[in-house]
């Protein structure tokens, strides 16, 4: 096998560890409730707390990984990991365990920004697109396989989190030997721009593209969460539900084709109502098989289309902030989604699957408005004028 291959490898199987840690707790709501006497509610928080520091760190190791290395950052930021994984094995409350779940998210997030720069920066330049729909699967893929682990090993909560914290260190140690040496930093010279939130916030595709993300995780969590709490009451397993769920996400590797045919804003958009298709579909009784498998095509076709539209709608100089503000709005909505569905399952399904369904059409719409006026602006430049 080739270094190449076996980088990609390793890349995928630490960010199905690393990202599968926001939705472990998800089917564990309950027995983290158990073990530490708390309500149902505040237990929901284990995976929210994980999700807004995750988001947060976002916005810090991407830009940090510019200035001291990837692999430095690849490799203390997953040993630390561990260390916030070991260290959540010997909480006795639940706001020791709820803190330490901020800050392993906070950590956590040092892998999926530097992951996806060193495939774009070391993988050969035919092989950097599959990465890319490679390390999206992983992303995605987390999701069912974090939680068909957390409700199936018997292990309390804590001993879970025991458990895992070896295998961070024995990743980290393997892309250290895997991952190219870090280059000296190149600094800028001459007047080369620096990024604009404002000059972002103005183009009307970016910022719509960012709200778009806040609605995808939303409702991909939602689900997730909604199915725990039916399955409780109906003669259905939840791991039925995710297994149903689980081949579906395989479209992200087939995003970027569609992508080149029919535009990645188009495939961004037509994720997002395959999304809210399914939602809509989770409400009606005894359709959560069927459900499953649409919210996961969804989503696998909406996160890389939404990734290329905003990589494409900017300038290189805005990119690299464009991307990791994407990332943090994606997490946030993850983030929101536990405590918001747990309220939302007081009012039934309707409530609980309506609203993310809602907010992926509103969505829609506006990035629709924002594509239509972008594309009325480009029409009426000039033939010889910067497109």
């Known amino acids: 096998m080739s270094r190449s291959n076996v980088l990609m490898a390793l890349l995928m199987l630490t960010g199905i560890l690393v990202v599968g840690q926001l939705y472990l707790t998800i089917p564990m709501i309950s027995a983290?409730?158990?073990?530490?006497s708390a309500?149902?509610?505040a237990a929901s928080w284990a995976g929210t707390a994980f999700g807004f520091a995750?988001?947060?760190?976002?916005?810090?190791?991407?830009?940090?990984s510019d200035r001291i290395g990837r692999r430095v950052v690849l490799v203390y930021g997953l040993l630390a990991v561990a260390i916030a994984s070991f260290g959540l094995s010997f909480t006795s409350q639940i706001s020791m365990f709820l803190g330490g779940r901020a800050v392993q998210g906070f950590l956590a997030a040092s892998f999926p920004p530097v992951a996806l720069s060193v495939i774009a920066e070391a993988l050969p330049l035919e092989k950097r697109a599959f990465g890319i729909s490679l390390m999206s699967f992983a992303f995605l893929v987390a999701a069912p396989l974090s939680q068909f682990f957390g409700a199936g090993v018997p292990q309390s909560p804590t001993s879970i989190m025991f458990m895992l914290s070896p295998f961070y260190v024995v990743m980290a140690l393997a892309l250290f030997v895997v991952v190219p040496k870090d280059q000296p930093a190149l600094r800028p010279t001459g007047g080369k721009p620096h990024s604009h939130l404002s000059e972002m916030l103005a183009n009307g595709l970016v910022s719509t593209g960012w709200f778009a993300a806040l609605t995808v995780l939303l409702g991909f969590v939602a689900f997730q969460v909604g199915t725990v709490l039916l399955t409780q009451e109906a003669d259905l397993s939840a791991q039925t539900v995710r297994l149903a769920g689980l081949p579906p996400l395989a479209l992200s590797l087939f995003a970027a084709v569609m992508s080149k045919r029919l535009t990645p804003a188009v495939t961004g958009r037509v994720g997002m109502i395959v999304t809210a298709l399914g939602l809509g579909i989770a409400i009606v009784p005894g359709a959560l098989i069927a459900a499953s498998v649409i919210v996961s095509s969804?989503?696998?076709l909406a996160v890389p289309g939404l990734i290329a539209t905003i990589a494409g709608a900017v300038k290189d100089h805005n990119r690299g902030l464009a991307m990791s503000i994407y990332t943090f709005c994606l997490f946030v909505g993850a983030s929101i989604?536990?405590?918001?569905?747990?309220?939302?399952?007081k009012?039934?399904?309707l409530a609980v699957f309506g609203l993310p369904a809602a907010l992926l059409v509103t969505a829609v719409v506006i990035v629709t408005l924002a594509v239509s006026r972008r594309a009325k602006s480009v029409s009426m430049q000039p033939a010889t004028g910067e497109q």
């Open 54 to 64: 995750y988001a947060c760190g976002f916005l810090v190791f991407g830009p940090l």
């Open 298 to 300: 969804g989503v696998a």
């Open 39 to 41: 309500s149902n509610s």
């Open 337 to 345: 989604a536990p405590p918001l569905t747990l309220t939302l399952f």
């Open 347 to 349: 009012f039934g399904a």
């Open 32 to 36: 983290i409730a158990a073990e530490f």
